[in-house]
């Protein structure tokens, strides 16, 4: 079967990172610890263990927590030292639509606003299945137009896994309703995004053993809870379907052993083919939400340093686009 580099070998979008000796070391480690329990974490159940993995992020230095309500909803602040004012981050906690919580997340979005240079907010949009689709997109729509009435004038999305998913929604959305406060957005990050709610992409059999986390039937279950009977192929549900003419500048990592590598590749090819400045960047030997590695991973690092040079870039010069 061929491989994305024989498939996208000359496309401009996609930049290869290879993995270091160090850094292939530390994944056989980590696959030896995780990989007994592949496929296991099901239901609410789940959600204590999963934010405790999350809580294990190294804390990154000279960042402060606060606990806010933005737009009417809850979250963490994450506030670097000499935060540029008036622009902000919002990141978009994964977790599968079912789990995560932004207290959990805060070290892994504090990374990202120390690299950004700005404060960051993380919501904690309701979770299924108690709170089924569109509850999610409904609330970090209102966490923007939140963010915008608090005077930011300038703000980026970034977003991991469902995170991810919610990230690139909201940006479809700013791109097709003016009148939201879109003026403010600068572009937005996402992290192994989940763009298909289908699980049509090849890399949910082609990298089905390279993952060490994911099976498809827990996959299905956890969306088919957040769904709740709703069209997979909506595009207000799987972005990979949606008109993506006029986003905002999006860059998006992924591991090359993720089952949700094709969403990325799937997403980036379409986005370039709408005239979206876009690039993918795909780390050789990574698996899913390797950039909470950071202190322990030279890929972490090296994604972490993208991050922020491109929303320090957006940052600077979105005013000067519009």
């Not at 606003?113 to 108690?130: H, I, K, M, Q, T």
């Not at 309703?177 to 890399?203: C, E, H, I, K, Y």
């Not at 590749?265 to 590695?293: F, I, N």
Request: hydrophobic share 45%; aromatic share 8%.
């Amino acid at each position: 079967m061929p491989t994305l580099r024989e498939h996208h070998s000359t496309a401009s979008w996609l930049v290869h990172h290879p993995c270091s000796a160090e850094d292939q070391a530390a994944m056989a480690a980590m696959r030896a610890i995780v990989e007994p329990n592949k496929g296991k974490l099901q239901g609410i159940a789940a959600r204590v263990p999963f934010d405790a993995i999350m809580e294990h992020v190294a804390a990154p230095v000279g960042v402060v927590y606060e606990a806010d309500r933005v737009g009417g909803v809850s979250g963490w602040w994450c506030l670097p030292e000499a935060a540029r004012p008036g622009q902000a981050v919002m990141h978009i906690h994964g977790g599968w639509f079912n789990w995560g919580s932004a207290q959990a997340f805060r070290h892994l979005a504090g990374h990202i606003a120390v690299s950004a240079g700005v404060a960051a907010f993380v919501p904690d949009y309701r979770l299924a299945p108690e709170h089924p689709f569109p509850a999610a997109v409904e609330d970090v729509q209102a966490c923007y137009v939140g963010l915008t009435e608090r005077g930011f004038s300038k703000i980026a999305i970034t977003g991991d896994s469902a995170g991810g998913n919610l990230a690139i929604e909201l940006l479809v959305h700013l791109a097709t309703n003016r009148a939201s406060g879109s003026d403010a957005l600068v572009g937005g990050v996402a992290l192994s995004p989940v763009t298909d709610l289908a699980f049509s992409g090849g890399s949910w059999s082609t990298r089905a053993i390279a993952d060490p986390y994911f099976t498809q039937p827990q996959a299905a279950e956890l969306v088919r809870s957040y769904l709740d009977g709703h069209n997979p192929e909506d595009p207000f549900a799987s972005p990979l379907q949606a008109d993506l003419k006029g986003l905002r500048p999006i860059r998006v990592h992924v591991g090359n052993d993720e089952v949700l590598l094709d969403d990325s590749v799937r997403l980036v090819e379409r986005s370039v083919a709408a005239g979206v400045d876009a690039r993918l960047d795909v780390w050789q030997g990574m698996v899913h939400g390797y950039l909470g590695g950071i202190g322990r991973l030279a890929a972490s690092t090296g994604t972490l340093q993208l991050i922020g040079e491109f929303l320090i870039d957006r940052f600077a010069t979105a005013a000067n686009e519009r």
